[in-house]
């Protein structure tokens, strides 16, 4: 499978943003979807992931509240709506795919993933 995120951009702390991120091919309903984050000088980090039978979605403690994850299976995309973003959310936001249903321990592991977009920028202004 292919990812193709989107949505990045330069906002105000307090300010909300959408990434969403377009996948190929035809099991795309199979495939357990995440969000990660990598900021300058540190490692990438879980924010989100959905599984494709839904379920719980679990997130980081960081974005918990602010953030939501969801998923359109017809038509292969998954969304990140960012809502009181603030100046620590700043970073390069990756999707990542993994098929199967994977349980949270895996989930939140970037290791764990296959397939990775390319990234989109996301900065958070004081």
């Known amino acids: 499978v292919q990812l193709q995120a989107s949505g990045g951009g330069l906002v105000q702390a307090g300010g909300s943003l959408r990434l969403s991120c377009a996948a190929s091919g035809r099991t795309f309903s199979a495939y357990t979807l995440g969000w990660f984050r990598q900021a300058l000088t540190k490692e990438r980090e879980f924010v989100a992931a959905?599984?494709?039978?839904?379920?719980?979605?679990p997130y980081a403690d960081s974005v918990k509240g602010r953030f939501t994850i969801s998923r359109d299976n017809a038509k292969n995309m998954v969304y990140l709506q960012m809502n009181y973003l603030k100046p620590e959310d700043t970073a390069v936001y990756y999707c990542?795919?993994?098929?199967?249903?994977?349980?949270?321990?895996?989930?939140?592991?970037?290791?764990?993933?296959?397939?990775w977009g390319q990234g989109t920028q996301v900065t958070v202004s004081s």
């Open positions: 959905v599984r494709g039978g839904g379920g719980s979605t």
């Open positions: 990542a795919a993994r098929i199967g249903r994977l349980i949270t321990s895996q989930a939140v592991g970037a290791s764990s993933y296959d397939y």
